[in-house]
């Protein structure tokens, strides 16, 4: 059973371009959600998509969007890149029709804007 | 802003030792979830924990649950070097109508062979 896998590991970009990050969910899972996590910080939760729309926003700008694909997958957009978006980006699963129900997340994909 | 704090920032022990970390969150929630993530990677999920429960038991890992006083712990013990990593505790806000995960900054742990 693959567990949530994202693509890809590591990114570099310029300030001002755009970067798209993937993610596949855990198996059964039709939940997914972003998070970012700068250097010595915890994770910040972005945005969740459920049933293909954003089910709540965490405090990030219009920069930030997303979507999520018919077999659950997603991807999260960045555009007009800055200095300070360079962060680890965390997808994590879960099962919203269900509460109280465990998030797996993946291995991340490190973004570095130069 | 984050709304979880752990508690110490960073803890050595040595090999054999209990490690004990604490967390405190701010609202209330439907369950606490700890986690542990090594060198900037993913995160790995530890144990979850409902808010209706006080404590929970996995393995050598035993975490408690007050609600009243907003806090966790999480206990690791007789601990490995293998263990060292960070380890944060993350509360799902009841409100809000996501089960969107509120972290802390984490407690950096490293267990000395």
């Known amino acids: 059973d693959a567990g949530v896998t994202q693509s890809p590991t590591h990114l570099i970009k310029t300030r001002g371009q755009q970067v798209t990050l993937r993610c596949s969910p855990k198996?059964?899972?039709?939940?997914v959600s972003w998070y970012q996590q700068a250097l010595g910080q915890g994770p910040q939760f972005i945005f969740q998509?459920?049933?293909?729309?954003?089910?709540q926003r965490g405090n990030f700008p219009d920069r930030f969007s997303g979507h999520q694909f018919p077999n659950y997958s997603s991807e999260l957009n960045v555009n007009a890149l800055l200095l300070g978006d360079s962060a680890l980006y965390l997808c994590?699963?879960?099962?919203?029709?269900?509460?109280?129900?465990?998030?797996?997340f993946g291995q991340g994909t490190r973004l570095t804007v130069v | 802003s984050q709304q979880g704090e752990e508690d110490p920032q960073a803890l050595s022990i040595q090999e054999g030792e209990n490690a004990t970390m604490n967390c405190s969150y701010k609202?209330?929630?439907?369950?606490l979830q700890w986690y542990r993530q090594n060198s900037g990677r993913g995160l790995v999920h530890l144990i979850l924990?409902?808010?209706?429960?006080r404590e929970k038991h996995s393995g050598r890992l035993r975490v408690t649950l007050d609600t009243s006083k907003k806090s966790s712990s999480l206990l690791i013990t007789a601990s490995r070097a293998a263990d060292t990593a960070s380890y944060f505790c993350a509360s799902s806000p009841t409100q809000g109508g996501s089960e969107k995960l509120v972290f802390g900054k984490g407690t950096k742990l490293t267990v000395n062979p």
């Open positions: 198996s059964g899972h039709d939940t």
């Open positions: 924990i409902r808010s209706n429960e």
């Open positions: 998509y459920y049933e293909e729309e954003e089910r």
């Open positions: 609202t209330s929630i439907n369950n």
């Open positions: 994590a699963s879960s099962l919203v029709t269900r509460m109280n129900t465990e998030a797996f």
